[in-house]
């Protein structure tokens, strides 16, 4: 969007239910009873996973969901008749033992007779190698919505068909296009990176390989992931709330599609780069990678794509035949 057309919206530090955007530096606990009742269209959150992050104490696993659990009942509260809940999760790891936090939340939002619309598989291409086990390379997110009526604006998020020239061959439509001009479904396998490192690293050497929206956040949306759901969930000035807004990616990917953002969060040190996000994007020098860009494919004549001379020898043959081909 041309930043002349952005107006440039005040940024309360309480709720008011005519304001924008707001953001409220504290925690969630303390700030939720602000929100009036059923007033949020969308609630879309990465909670603090209990991994012992710079910004969390590790408690049992049971004492973690139990506090949980009362958060989500007053979220539940926030939420409008035709609202959506985003809940995106990774594992919990103990002992070397893996622990699916989709899986151990499903019966806190059941048990609130929310309903799952889809359990959407984030996938992304890079990591840590583990040892032990099969490396992670994909997290969820949990939609659910409160009732049977709810907000999907699917034509705002179609994306390209691989086959646009497909066609019916039999049937009474034999011989017109099967697909949809206005692109197809985007599937529950949503393929975003967190890092945008492929493209930085291989095609402009002596970058960092940072993806353009980094900040010192340990575990930040990217913005794109939030968006998705925004325009697909809500409609515009409909409110959108992130409980645990880290760096403020969830209230960027409102506020750039007209939708008024609320977030909340406990360090503020986050809270301050939030607000300096927020400002940057008003002032059109945000940097965030767009809805939609493909993933980087590589050719396989990068250098980094080369196999070392010094594992010239250890290589096993299956692996140096099936170069070039990238999972
Ligand atoms: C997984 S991160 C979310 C990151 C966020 N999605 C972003 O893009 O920056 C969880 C965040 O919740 C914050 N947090 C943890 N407990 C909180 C609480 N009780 N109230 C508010 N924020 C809290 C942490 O400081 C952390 O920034």
Known sequence: MNNLFRSVKPVETNFKPDASIVVFSGAVEEFIAQIPDR????????PPYNLGKEYEDRVSIEEYLQSQSRLIAQLYRVLREN??????????VEKGEVYPLDILYYPIFKALGMQLRNRIIWKFGHGLHAAKRFSGRYETILWFTKSDEYVFNLDAVRVPAKYPGKRHFK?????KPSGNPLGKNPSDVWEIV?????ELVWDIPNVKSNHPEK????????????ERCVLALTNEDDWVFDPYMGVGSALIAAIMHNRRAVGCEKESA??????????SYFNGTLRYRPLGKPVYQPTGRERVAQIPDEWKEAMPTRLVERKGEYE
């Open 194 to 198: 967190v890092q945008d490192w492929d």
């Open 270 to 279: 986050y809270v301050e780069i939030a607000r300096q996000r927020i400002t």
């Open 39 to 46: 007033s949020i269209a969308l609630v879309i959150t990465s």
């Open 83 to 92: 609202g959506s809940l985003c809940w995106q999760v990774g594992n919990f």
């Open 171 to 175: 049937g009474p439509n034999k011989g």
């Open 215 to 226: 900040t010192i956040h340990p575990c930040q949306f990217p913005i794109e992931l939030v």
